[in-house]
């Protein structure tokens, strides 16, 4: 398997993929591993992963340049991502320990009850390359804690990055037969959902997580999916400051190239401020530095994929097609690399895919409305259901909207957030179960309820 490194099209390395045979001795190494790991303290656990946590730190630099040659995000980026998951590495030290121990229920009258917390066993987590480092610790951080085995499937996208976590695992103590990485992509993912293992975690597009949800459901075990989103943000006219407004939005539309999941994928403004909105944001969009990911000064680098392109190009003459109005970029660059320049798009509607397929890159529609039930309609109408967001001087305002998004996250004057204190999911084609918070803790244990009679 090539390694491309999207900014200059180069092959940075090739790496064997696993194979059916290489990935069944993992699996019964695992197996065998994660009775023993089961055994030991939570607490030692915890201080296994403590360790994680500095050596992510120690090695900064490194992961940090591996992860923007091999992907584009901009350097800074990339150490922002790591920083991210130190902090929800941090909150997994936390917080563990607590929602981990057995629960008393019942200490009263002839029989006691209580709840005892176990680990599932061998999982798997099938990830994404866009936030390799974040999305990653949501599943196999709480997972070793909570004492399962991980079979952990990097992106084919992110493969250097994937070698590297399992390496700074296993130096920081967790057993080589407790975490192990498969490298490869569909065909390798496809043997994982052939093995009996106990529980599926998966990070990546509505597609595939639907299928592997359709494949998984035979066995009876856990699958959670955390899936696309085509997040809305709604501007109401009482907004204060109409430039930091569009600063937000255009962050959220391109931060990371576009490529987030909760990335904000559609806008609508009141017509009060229509005007003023679109001509701030497209402002600020013409003035962003497309260039070399490693480079600081830049803020947008490539698209992951080569594919990407075609796909948003076809996405931005489908508009066209249908009336809309491009006011900047919406292009790929002619120059090596998979660059695509941001875009801005006016006159849209709900006829057009920008408006309703995931788009996955630094382009955005923005739409004007007459006032809040006609956003709110327009927000809700979606197949996803991952963020909203809503920028208005009154929160109670803002809430009436939020409060009827079918989504597993809202914004008030933000976007594109994440908190590792909160739980993180998405309905509909966004997926299904929780990572992050309390929730993303019992999401890898099973409980088994004890009814006790006989002592005092
Ligand atoms: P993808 O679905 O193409 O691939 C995800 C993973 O699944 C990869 O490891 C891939 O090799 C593997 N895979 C592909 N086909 C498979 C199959 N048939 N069987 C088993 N495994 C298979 O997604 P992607 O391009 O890596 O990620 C982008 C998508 O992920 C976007 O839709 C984005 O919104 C979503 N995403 C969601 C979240 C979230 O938290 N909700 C976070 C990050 C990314």
């Not at 730190?57 to 150490?79: C, D, R, V, Y």
Request: net charge negative.
């Amino acid at each position: 398997m090539k390694i491309i490194n999207p900014a200059t099209e180069e092959t940075i390395t090739e790496i064997e993929e696993d194979n059916t045979e290489t990935i069944r001795r993992k699996f019964e190494m695992l197996s065998k591993g994660q009775r023993e790991w089961a055994t030991v303290e939570t607490a030692h656990r915890i201080a296994v992963i403590q360790r994680f946590y500095h050596l992510l730190e120690e090695h900064k630099n490194e992961l940090a340049h591996t992860l923007t040659s091999e992907m584009g995000k901009p350097l800074q980026q990339s150490f922002n991502e790591l920083n991210g998951a130190r902090t929800r590495i941090k909150y997994f030290i936390e917080h563990s320990q607590k929602y981990l121990q057995e629960e008393w229920i019942t200490t009263d009258g002839t029989t006691k009850e209580k709840i005892v917390f176990e680990p599932l066993g061998v999982i798997a987590n099938i990830s994404a390359w866009n936030y390799p480092y974040l999305v990653g610790v949501n599943v196999f951080i709480p997972a070793l804690i909570a004492g399962n085995a991980v079979m952990y499937k990097p992106s084919e996208y992110t493969t250097l990055t994937g070698l590297h976590i399992q390496n700074l695992l296993h130096s920081s103590g967790v057993p080589e037969n407790c975490f192990q990485t498969v490298t490869g992509g569909r065909v390798v993912g496809e043997m994982l959902l052939e093995l009996p293992l106990d529980g599926y975690f998966f990070t990546g597009s509505y597609k595939t997580g639907k299928y592997i949800a359709e494949r998984v459901a035979q066995k009876m075990v856990p699958c959670q999916l955390e899936l696309g989103g085509k997040d809305p943000l709604y501007v109401m006219e009482d907004v204060v400051d109409i430039e930091k407004t569009a600063a937000d939005a255009l962050e959220g539309v391109v931060y990371n190239n576009g490529q987030s999941c909760c990335a904000v994928e559609r806008i609508y403004v009141h017509e009060k401020v229509y005007d003023a909105f679109v001509a701030a944001y497209t402002n600020q969009c013409s003035k962003l530095i497309i260039g070399d990911p490693l480079d600081e000064t830049t803020g947008i680098g490539p698209l992951s994929r080569k594919e990407q392109q075609a796909f948003l190009l076809e996405q931005v003459e489908d508009a066209v097609n249908k009336g809309a109005i491009v006011l900047c970029g919406g292009k790929a660059l002619p120059r090596k690399g998979y660059y695509f320049e941001p875009g801005v798009l006016v006159n849209v509607n709900h006829s057009m895919k920008l408006m309703t397929e995931e788009s996955f890159g630094p382009v955005v529609g923005i739409q004007k409305v007459k006032d809040d039930a006609e956003a709110r309609e327009l927000m809700k109408d979606t197949q996803y259901g991952l963020t909203a967001a809503v920028y208005s001087n009154s929160f109670e305002r803002a809430e009436k909207v939020m409060q009827k998004m079918d989504c597993g996250s809202v914004y008030w004057n933000c976007c594109d957030r994440v908190s590792a204190t909160l739980p993180w999911s998405g309905r509909k084609h966004s997926g299904l179960g929780s990572t992050l918070s309390y929730q993303g803790i019992r999401a890898f244990v099973q409980p088994k309820a004890y009814h006790i009679r006989g002592i005092n």
